[in-house]
């Protein structure tokens, strides 16, 4: 059996990496040792930037779609002793959920299970004629050789050009390429998803995505999941306990402080990490998602790191194969994302610092005046803390590629990085800054599938003669936002060079040394 890329791990970086390059027409093969996706999923967040990808591949009205709650569901997150307690706190509109025209984005973000993306992922990779998916099926082994990799998966034997082990935590991948893991451990964890009738109009602490209960006996958080009154239930477990069975409900019982029957769906401990890989690639073998690197996952940014890694690896494989891509572009993937990957984790981990457990104070649940008074006190300490984790716009939109081997660099200097404040710059590297054009379109709408030559004023367009896929895009519209007459943007959206005048090796260095370009 032959293929062009071999895709081990059908979840969402897996998946994001079939629909990425079976859009380029890339023949792929992906593989799951599971029989299914989404099993007992933490990740709920689908953030501004994934669903962008999502609209670039057609698809983010079928996630909207598919939303449990709705995708108007407030996406608030509530701080409080308890859900019949009292309130602390509240972030409105966290991870930018809220439907409507942003300037800043094509896309608002999403508060959707794991298991619903990766079902639209699936159908819409299943659609591609160049994609096939096979569950139940596991990597053995593998051997790289000057053309290919062989692969045995089961009792087969595959031919591919290239391998990417997007396969977790636990990475097959990973431990065949010789890749090792180095960071810190922070703390054990479980993760429960309950049925429990009545439970959202059992308080009145309104709607949300999440809450946060902040008491002595179980600080933990909660919050709906699915339709049905299905909730999520988070807690951090201290070394040598499990929490399952009766236990379980009773946390939850003490946790919430509403007595109703709990059946338990699923039940998992999970360990959180900060881990990164000493390499992501070995020759014709990449990395992506968590098989390179390991995070908490507040703040959301896990699995839509994993889509960005699929994304970014995804369009410069198909260059490469398509043969307008150079040998510098696989090269840059690692360049590329390790710096990212390097500041999120560092988010995360901040995030992570600040749990229920240490907001805890005694007298916080007092009906007292003095009671009110520290809650005041403790709610404001918590919106100080805690925007870091829901107001992230400049870690989901802000991160660059400056520095990339692929990146031409203008002299400019790139923006300052803020976790909550997005500017939008076109200096290159970073995300081409959006804008919403006078017939409503998104100026991403008119982007090409490859590369786009974005020209900001009236001047005549330039003739380029190159293999690259390349569309001409006049907009004088935006001419402030990117300051300069041309803009370079890749096929990921990211500006690769930006100038007031073309010359003719831009493409060239941009695309990794193999465009053969002339202007």
């Known amino acids: 059996m032959q293929v062009e890329v071999l895709i081990i791990g059908a979840g969402p970086a897996g998946l994001a990496a079939a629909i990425e390059l079976g859009h380029r027409g890339v023949s792929c093969l992906v593989v799951e040792q599971h029989d299914r996706v989404?099993?007992?999923?933490?990740?709920?967040?689908?953030?501004?930037?994934?669903?962008?990808?999502?609209?670039r591949w057609g698809i983010s009205d079928r996630l909207a779609a598919a939303s449990p709650l709705g995708v108007d569901y407030p996406s608030n997150i509530v701080f409080a002793t308890r859900l019949t307690g009292f309130e602390l706190c509240r972030f409105e509109n966290a991870s930018y959920c809220a439907p409507g025209k942003n300037p800043l984005y094509s896309e608002h973000g999403q508060w959707i299970p794991q298991y619903e993306l990766e079902k639209v992922l699936k159908a819409h990779a299943e659609s591609l004629p160049a994609v096939r998916i096979q569950f139940g099926r596991r990597l053995e082994s593998f051997t790289q050789?000057?053309?290919?990799?062989?692969?045995?998966?089961?009792?087969d034997t595959l031919e591919c050009k290239y391998l990417i082990g997007a396969d977790g935590s636990r990475s097959t991948v990973r431990s065949l390429i010789g890749a090792a893991m180095s960071g810190v451990t922070l703390g054990r964890h479980c993760n429960t998803i309950f049925r429990a009738p009545g439970i959202s109009r059992a308080h009145s602490l309104g709607a949300a995505t999440m809450y946060w209960l902040v008491n002595a006996d179980a600080p933990s958080f909660t919050g709906p999941m699915d339709r049905g009154d299905i909730w999520f239930f988070g807690a951090t477990l201290p070394e040598g306990k499990t929490l399952e069975g009766e236990d379980a409900k009773t946390l939850i019982r003490q946790a919430t402080g509403v007595e109703l029957p709990i059946e338990l769906l699923s039940n998992d401990e999970w360990v959180a990490h900060r881990l990164i890989a000493d390499r992501y690639r070995d020759r014709r073998v990449f990395l992506a998602g968590d098989a390179c690197h390991l995070h908490?996952?507040?703040?959301?940014?896990?699995?839509?790191?994993?889509?960005?890694?699929?994304?970014?690896?995804?369009?410069?494989?198909?260059?490469?194969?398509?043969?307008?891509?150079g040998p510098r572009l696989l090269d840059s993937y690692e360049a590329e994302r390790r710096p990212v990957h390097e500041f999120v984790m560092d988010e995360a981990v901040?995030?992570?610092?600040?749990?229920?457990?240490?907001?805890?104070?005694?007298?916080?649940?007092?009906?007292?005046?003095?009671?009110?008074?520290?809650?005041?006190?403790?709610?404001?300490?918590?919106?100080?803390?805690?925007?870091r984790e829901f107001n992230t716009l400049g870690v989901v939109l802000g991160y660059t590629y400056s520095g990339s081997p692929i990146v031409a660099d203008d002299g400019s200097a790139p923006p300052p990085r803020h976790f909550k404040d997005y500017v939008p710059s076109a200096h290159p590297g970073c995300l081409a800054p959006h804008a919403w054009l006078a017939d409503g379109s998104s100026l991403y709408d008119h982007f090409g599938a490859g590369f786009t030559l974005l020209i900001t004023d009236d001047s005549t367009a330039p003739s380029v003669h190159t293999r690259v896929p390349l569309k001409v895009l006049r907009e004088q519209s935006v001419r402030d936002l990117y300051q300069a007459r041309y803009a370079l943007i890749r096929p990921d959206q990211h500006v690769a060079w930006r100038g007031d005048s073309l010359s003719c090796d831009i493409l060239d260095r941009t695309t990794g040394g193999k465009s053969g370009t002339g202007a």
């Open 38 to 55: 989404g099993i007992a999923p933490r990740a709920k967040t689908t953030n501004v930037r994934t669903r962008e990808h999502l609209r």
């Open 145 to 155: 050789h000057e053309n290919g990799v062989r692969a045995r998966v089961g009792e």
């Open 296 to 325: 908490p996952p507040f703040g959301g940014y896990g699995m839509n790191m994993g889509i960005a890694d699929a994304v970014d690896l995804g369009w410069k494989l198909a260059a490469v194969l398509q043969g307008w891509g």
């Open 350 to 387: 901040a995030n992570h610092a600040l749990l229920p457990k240490q907001m805890w104070r005694p007298g916080l649940d007092d009906a007292t005046p003095a009671g009110a008074r520290l809650r005041a006190e403790v709610g404001a300490e918590i919106k100080a803390a805690k925007i």
